[in-house]
Protein backbone atom coordinates (compact mmCIF):
# COMPACT_ATOMS: atom_id res chain seq x y z
CA UNK A 1 0.00 0.00 0.00
CA UNK A 2 1.33 3.36 -0.80
CA UNK A 3 2.44 5.66 1.84
CA UNK A 4 -0.45 7.90 2.77
CA UNK A 5 -3.07 5.80 1.79
CA UNK A 6 -5.81 5.13 3.97
CA UNK A 7 -6.77 1.05 4.30
CA UNK A 8 -9.58 0.28 1.89
CA UNK A 9 -12.65 0.24 3.61
CA UNK A 10 -14.46 -2.77 5.07
CA UNK A 11 -16.17 -4.94 1.78
CA UNK A 12 -19.27 -5.46 4.02
CA UNK A 13 -20.39 -5.30 7.85
CA UNK A 14 -19.81 -9.22 8.35
CA UNK A 15 -15.99 -8.27 7.44
CA UNK A 16 -16.04 -4.51 9.42
CA UNK A 17 -17.34 -7.25 12.14
CA UNK A 18 -14.67 -9.63 12.44
CA UNK A 19 -11.87 -6.96 11.98
CA UNK A 20 -13.32 -4.76 14.77
CA UNK A 21 -13.27 -8.06 16.50
CA UNK A 22 -9.87 -9.03 15.54
CA UNK A 23 -8.60 -5.49 17.08
CA UNK A 24 -10.72 -6.25 20.19
CA UNK A 25 -10.33 -9.51 21.68
CA UNK A 26 -6.61 -10.61 22.58
CA UNK A 27 -5.69 -14.24 21.71
CA UNK A 28 -5.95 -16.54 24.88
CA UNK A 29 -2.57 -18.14 24.01
CA UNK A 30 -1.15 -14.69 24.57
CA UNK A 31 -3.43 -13.12 27.23
CA UNK A 32 -4.39 -16.57 29.25
CA UNK A 33 -6.72 -19.38 29.40
CA UNK A 34 -9.70 -16.47 30.10
CA UNK A 35 -8.61 -13.37 29.25
CA UNK A 36 -10.22 -10.34 30.93
CA UNK A 37 -13.23 -8.53 29.01
CA UNK A 38 -12.30 -5.83 26.75
CA UNK A 39 -12.91 -2.21 27.63
CA UNK A 40 -16.56 -1.03 27.70
CA UNK A 41 -16.26 1.32 24.76
CA UNK A 42 -14.39 -1.81 22.61
CA UNK A 43 -17.79 -3.37 23.43
CA UNK A 44 -19.92 -0.45 22.35
CA UNK A 45 -18.32 -0.42 19.29
CA UNK A 46 -19.00 -3.94 18.37
CA UNK A 47 -22.52 -3.32 19.49
CA UNK A 48 -23.06 -0.58 17.97
CA UNK A 49 -22.07 -2.11 14.34
CA UNK A 50 -23.92 -5.50 15.35
CA UNK A 51 -26.98 -2.92 15.43
CA UNK A 52 -26.76 -1.78 12.02
CA UNK A 53 -26.82 -5.70 10.48
CA UNK A 54 -29.92 -6.80 8.50
CA UNK A 55 -30.83 -10.02 7.79
CA UNK A 56 -29.49 -9.12 3.95
CA UNK A 57 -25.96 -8.33 5.74
CA UNK A 58 -25.62 -12.04 6.56
CA UNK A 59 -27.61 -13.61 3.72
CA UNK A 60 -30.82 -14.37 4.99
CA UNK A 61 -34.11 -13.09 4.62
CA UNK A 62 -36.62 -11.92 7.16
CA UNK A 63 -39.03 -15.30 7.09
CA UNK A 64 -35.22 -17.50 6.32
CA UNK A 65 -36.39 -19.68 9.30
CA UNK A 66 -40.05 -20.59 7.75
CA UNK A 67 -37.87 -22.72 4.35
CA UNK A 68 -35.30 -25.37 4.71
CA UNK A 69 -32.54 -23.91 1.97
CA UNK A 70 -29.14 -25.04 3.63
CA UNK A 71 -31.03 -28.04 6.21
CA UNK A 72 -31.46 -30.83 3.89
CA UNK A 73 -27.61 -31.46 2.92
CA UNK A 74 -26.88 -31.76 6.67
CA UNK A 75 -29.79 -34.68 7.49
CA UNK A 76 -27.60 -36.81 9.63
CA UNK A 77 -28.19 -40.38 11.63
CA UNK A 78 -28.19 -38.85 14.87
CA UNK A 79 -30.72 -36.16 14.04
CA UNK A 80 -32.67 -39.03 12.39
CA UNK A 81 -32.73 -41.33 15.16
CA UNK A 82 -33.71 -38.65 18.05
CA UNK A 83 -36.87 -40.09 19.51
CA UNK A 84 -37.08 -37.33 21.59
CA UNK A 85 -38.10 -34.92 18.69
CA UNK A 86 -41.55 -34.71 17.03
CA UNK A 87 -41.80 -35.74 13.53
CA UNK A 88 -42.94 -32.44 12.21
CA UNK A 89 -40.35 -30.98 14.62
CA UNK A 90 -37.96 -28.27 12.68
CA UNK A 91 -34.23 -27.98 13.91
CA UNK A 92 -32.63 -25.30 14.84
CA UNK A 93 -29.53 -24.46 12.44
CA UNK A 94 -26.03 -23.12 13.57
CA UNK A 95 -24.70 -20.92 10.04
CA UNK A 96 -20.75 -20.82 11.08
CA UNK A 97 -18.95 -17.60 9.92
CA UNK A 98 -16.01 -17.00 11.42
CA UNK A 99 -13.89 -18.77 14.06
CA UNK A 100 -9.98 -18.24 15.93
CA UNK A 101 -9.16 -18.69 19.38
CA UNK A 102 -10.26 -15.43 20.57
CA UNK A 103 -13.43 -15.02 19.02
CA UNK A 104 -16.35 -16.88 16.91
CA UNK A 105 -19.18 -15.28 15.10
CA UNK A 106 -22.03 -17.00 13.69
CA UNK A 107 -26.29 -17.08 13.84
CA UNK A 108 -28.17 -19.36 15.24
CA UNK A 109 -31.62 -19.44 12.97
CA UNK A 110 -34.72 -21.07 15.38
CA UNK A 111 -37.89 -22.16 13.75
CA UNK A 112 -41.22 -21.34 15.91
CA UNK A 113 -41.24 -22.84 19.98
CA UNK A 114 -37.71 -23.88 19.40
CA UNK A 115 -35.46 -23.86 22.65
CA UNK A 116 -31.81 -23.14 23.48
CA UNK A 117 -31.43 -24.76 27.07
CA UNK A 118 -30.47 -22.32 29.62
CA UNK A 119 -26.47 -22.41 29.32
CA UNK A 120 -23.46 -20.46 30.88
CA UNK A 121 -20.59 -19.20 28.93
CA UNK A 122 -17.42 -19.68 31.29
CA UNK A 123 -15.08 -16.89 31.18
CA UNK A 124 -16.39 -15.53 28.15
CA UNK A 125 -17.93 -12.27 26.77
CA UNK A 126 -21.09 -12.93 24.33
CA UNK A 127 -22.84 -10.34 22.17
CA UNK A 128 -26.09 -11.13 20.72
CA UNK A 129 -27.88 -9.32 17.44
CA UNK A 130 -32.04 -10.46 17.25
CA UNK A 131 -31.72 -10.30 13.27
CA UNK A 132 -35.60 -10.68 12.76
CA UNK A 133 -38.75 -12.20 14.46
CA UNK A 134 -39.31 -12.37 18.58
CA UNK A 135 -37.64 -14.88 21.25
CA UNK A 136 -37.92 -14.99 25.06
CA UNK A 137 -34.92 -14.95 26.91
CA UNK A 138 -34.11 -15.74 30.18
CA UNK A 139 -31.07 -15.01 32.04
CA UNK A 140 -29.44 -15.23 35.32
CA UNK A 141 -26.10 -13.90 37.37
CA UNK A 142 -24.40 -15.75 40.37
CA UNK A 143 -24.62 -14.51 43.60
CA UNK A 144 -21.97 -13.56 44.85
CA UNK A 145 -20.18 -15.27 47.71
CA UNK A 146 -21.82 -18.85 46.41
CA UNK A 147 -24.76 -19.66 48.23
CA UNK A 148 -25.65 -22.95 47.95
CA UNK A 149 -29.13 -25.16 48.64
CA UNK A 150 -28.65 -27.42 51.22
CA UNK A 151 -30.51 -30.09 50.21
CA UNK A 152 -29.59 -30.72 46.90
CA UNK A 153 -26.57 -29.45 44.45
CA UNK A 154 -27.96 -26.70 43.16
CA UNK A 155 -26.56 -23.11 43.38
CA UNK A 156 -28.22 -19.18 44.16
CA UNK A 157 -28.53 -17.30 41.06
CA UNK A 158 -30.44 -13.59 40.69
CA UNK A 159 -32.67 -13.23 37.65
CA UNK A 160 -31.41 -11.01 35.13
CA UNK A 161 -33.73 -10.89 32.10
CA UNK A 162 -36.96 -12.41 31.31
CA UNK A 163 -38.44 -10.73 28.58
CA UNK A 164 -39.71 -10.80 25.14
CA UNK A 165 -37.57 -9.65 22.54
CA UNK A 166 -38.69 -8.20 18.97
CA UNK A 167 -36.68 -6.85 16.38
CA UNK A 168 -34.78 -4.80 15.83
CA UNK A 169 -33.55 -4.10 19.31
CA UNK A 170 -30.65 -3.18 20.88
CA UNK A 171 -27.51 -5.65 20.69
CA UNK A 172 -27.23 -7.35 24.32
CA UNK A 173 -23.81 -7.86 26.06
CA UNK A 174 -23.61 -10.46 28.62
CA UNK A 175 -20.04 -10.99 30.77
CA UNK A 176 -18.14 -13.84 32.65
CA UNK A 177 -19.85 -12.51 35.99
CA UNK A 178 -22.39 -10.24 34.80
CA UNK A 179 -24.84 -9.43 32.12
CA UNK A 180 -26.76 -12.54 31.92
CA UNK A 181 -23.82 -14.90 31.66
CA UNK A 182 -26.48 -18.20 32.28
CA UNK A 183 -29.32 -17.72 29.27
CA UNK A 184 -31.96 -19.63 27.88
CA UNK A 185 -33.97 -18.58 24.30
CA UNK A 186 -37.24 -19.99 23.25
CA UNK A 187 -38.66 -18.54 20.29
CA UNK A 188 -41.67 -16.71 19.92
CA UNK A 189 -41.49 -16.89 16.07
CA UNK A 190 -39.14 -18.21 13.64
CA UNK A 191 -35.83 -16.02 14.41
CA UNK A 192 -32.20 -15.94 13.97
CA UNK A 193 -29.86 -14.04 16.53
CA UNK A 194 -26.29 -12.83 15.28
CA UNK A 195 -23.43 -14.24 18.15
CA UNK A 196 -19.99 -12.74 19.11
CA UNK A 197 -18.39 -15.32 21.47
CA UNK A 198 -15.03 -14.09 22.88
CA UNK A 199 -13.42 -16.47 23.54
CA UNK A 200 -15.51 -19.64 21.91
CA UNK A 201 -15.77 -22.39 24.08
CA UNK A 202 -13.01 -25.17 24.19
CA UNK A 203 -12.89 -27.74 26.26
CA UNK A 204 -8.96 -27.66 25.86
CA UNK A 205 -9.02 -24.93 28.38
CA UNK A 206 -11.86 -25.99 29.79
CA UNK A 207 -14.13 -23.07 28.56
CA UNK A 208 -17.11 -26.26 28.25
CA UNK A 209 -20.80 -25.33 28.15
CA UNK A 210 -23.12 -26.45 31.33
CA UNK A 211 -26.38 -26.79 31.18
CA UNK A 212 -29.06 -25.93 33.77
CA UNK A 213 -32.15 -26.67 35.29
CA UNK A 214 -33.94 -24.05 37.53
CA UNK A 215 -36.12 -23.87 40.81
CA UNK A 216 -37.81 -20.81 42.09
CA UNK A 217 -36.27 -19.49 45.05
CA UNK A 218 -39.45 -20.75 47.21
CA UNK A 219 -38.82 -24.75 45.98
CA UNK A 220 -35.29 -25.11 47.96
CA UNK A 221 -34.04 -24.02 51.61
CA UNK A 222 -30.89 -22.21 51.60
CA UNK A 223 -30.62 -22.87 55.39
CA UNK A 224 -30.05 -19.43 57.22
CA UNK A 225 -29.47 -16.90 54.20
CA UNK A 226 -31.58 -14.32 53.96
CA UNK A 227 -32.31 -12.31 50.49
CA UNK A 228 -32.95 -9.14 49.76
CA UNK A 229 -36.37 -8.01 47.39
CA UNK A 230 -38.49 -10.29 45.72
CA UNK A 231 -38.17 -14.00 46.03
CA UNK A 232 -39.10 -14.22 42.08
CA UNK A 233 -35.95 -12.05 41.41
CA UNK A 234 -33.82 -15.78 42.56
CA UNK A 235 -33.73 -19.00 41.07
CA UNK A 236 -31.67 -22.02 42.39
CA UNK A 237 -29.64 -23.50 38.92
CA UNK A 238 -28.32 -27.06 39.10
CA UNK A 239 -26.57 -28.31 36.56
CA UNK A 240 -27.40 -31.11 34.29
CA UNK A 241 -24.65 -34.05 34.29
CA UNK A 242 -26.53 -35.88 31.57
CA UNK A 243 -26.53 -34.80 27.64
CA UNK A 244 -28.47 -31.99 26.92
CA UNK A 245 -30.49 -32.97 23.39
CA UNK A 246 -30.69 -30.23 21.31
CA UNK A 247 -32.34 -30.65 18.29
CA UNK A 248 -29.92 -28.73 16.00
CA UNK A 249 -27.82 -29.29 13.02
CA UNK A 250 -25.27 -27.14 10.54
CA UNK A 251 -26.28 -24.69 7.66
CA UNK A 252 -24.99 -23.27 5.01
CA UNK A 253 -23.74 -19.82 5.36
CA UNK A 254 -24.79 -17.75 2.37
CA UNK A 255 -23.53 -14.15 3.23
CA UNK A 256 -20.18 -12.47 2.72
CA UNK A 257 -17.39 -14.35 3.46
CA UNK A 258 -14.37 -13.58 6.13
CA UNK A 259 -11.14 -12.21 4.64
CA UNK A 260 -8.67 -12.97 7.67
CA UNK A 261 -5.82 -9.99 7.99
CA UNK A 262 -2.67 -11.38 7.87
CA UNK A 263 -0.82 -10.92 11.33
Known amino acids: MAW????????????????????????????????SPPPADAVRSISSLMDTITP??????DDNAEDDRGHGFFESNFLKGSARVARWAQPITYLHIYECDAFSIGIFCL??????????HPGMTV????????MHVKSY???????LASTQPARLAELHTDDVRTAPCPT???????GGNMHCFTSVSSCAVLDVLAPPYSEDVGRICT??????????SAGQTK??????????????????NIYMRPGMYTGPKVQELQT
Do not use: M
Not at 211 to 220: A, C, K
Not at 227 to 244: F, H, K, M, Q, R
Open 56 to 61: ADVGLR
Open 172 to 178: SVLYPQS
Open 211 to 220: YFHDYPFSSL
Open 227 to 244: IAGNPDSYAWLEAINTPV
Open 4 to 35: GVPPRPPSSKVQALYELCKRTFPSPSAAGASP
Open 127 to 134: LSKLLYGS
Open 141 to 147: DWIEPTV
Open 111 to 120: PTSAVIPLHD
